[in-house]
T-cell receptor, first 111, second 113 residues
Framework: GQSLEQPSEVTAVEGAIVQINCTYQTSGFYGLSWYQQHDGGAPTFLSYNALDGLEETGRFSSFLSRSDSYGYLLLQELQMKDSASYFCAVRDGSNTGKLIFGQGTTLQVKP | EAQVTQNPRYLITVTGKKLTVTCSQNMNHEYMSWYRQDPGLGLRQIYYSMNVEVTDKGDVPEGYKVSRKEKRNFPLILESPSPNQTSLYFC????????????FGPGTRLTVL
């Protein structure tokens, strides 16, 4: 089966840079997704990496290393509104829509 | 406006009373999925559907049923709810197998007494 590991909590100050790591164990790999969820709200899609390297979207970037079974989400110029939970997700096997999410990382941004 | 809608948003019910949570999307997405979210456990997939009339089990399907008779609708059915199904439920849809951008509904908070 698949499993993902993320830190449970991260704290950073406004304006700083923070990195949220995700390591995965899979029988096959079909890409890594990241989602953001504010307290009580619906998750929203941030990024998807299928190939190695860095994908940048504004203040957020996502990195993938398939050889290390590892990815991270990088948030720059942190703002108070970035306080939320962040989840990584992978597909469980080929030709399937079964998805596995990590348990989530709660990011607290302090003034 | 492109969106996923769920109804009801909040529901308190009693053990054993059958209920259905509806989910509808207006984006013509092939893929739809149901998740439950419990504190400390993240999102766990209940069932998913790759297209009309095609459904399959996720990680935690026990106690749930789904159907996909039309592309836009994917209802979640609890035939005999139990207290351990008290949770926050999300429906989601996407264009391609779910790993790319999924759009989530606003959630349904269910309490089973």
């Amino acid at each position: 089966g698949q499993s993902l590991e993320q830190p449970s909590e991260v704290t950073a100050v406004e304006g700083a840079i923070v990195q949220i790591n995700c390591t995965y164990q899979t029988s096959g790999f079909y890409g890594l997704s990241w989602y953001q969820q504010h307290d009580g709200g619906a998750p929203t899609f941030l990024s998807y990496n299928a190939l190695d390297g860095l994908e940048e979207t504004g203040r957020f970037s996502s990195f993938l290393s398939r050889s290390d079974s590892y990815g991270y989400l990088l948030l720059q110029e942190l703002q108070m509104k970035d306080s939320a939970s962040y989840f990584c997700a992978v597909r469980d096997g080929s030709n399937t829509g079964k998805l596995i999410f990590g348990q989530g990382t709660t990011l607290q941004v302090k003034p | 406006e492109a969106q996923v809608t769920q109804n009801p948003r909040y529901l308190i019910t009693v053990t054993g009373k059958k209920l259905t949570v509806t989910c509808s999307q207006n984006m013509n997405h092939e893929y739809m999925s149901w998740y439950r979210q419990d504190p400390g456990l993240g999102l766990r997939q209940i069932y998913y559907s790759m297209n009309v009339e095609v459904t399959d089990k996720g990680d935690v399907p026990e106690g749930y049923k789904v159907s996909r008779k039309e592309k836009r609708n994917f209802p979640l059915i609890l035939e005999s709810p139990s207290p351990n199904q008290t949770s926050l439920y999300f429906c989601a849809s996407s264009t391609s197998g779910g790993l790319n951008e999924q759009f989530f509904g606003p959630g349904t908070r269910l309490t089973v007494l």
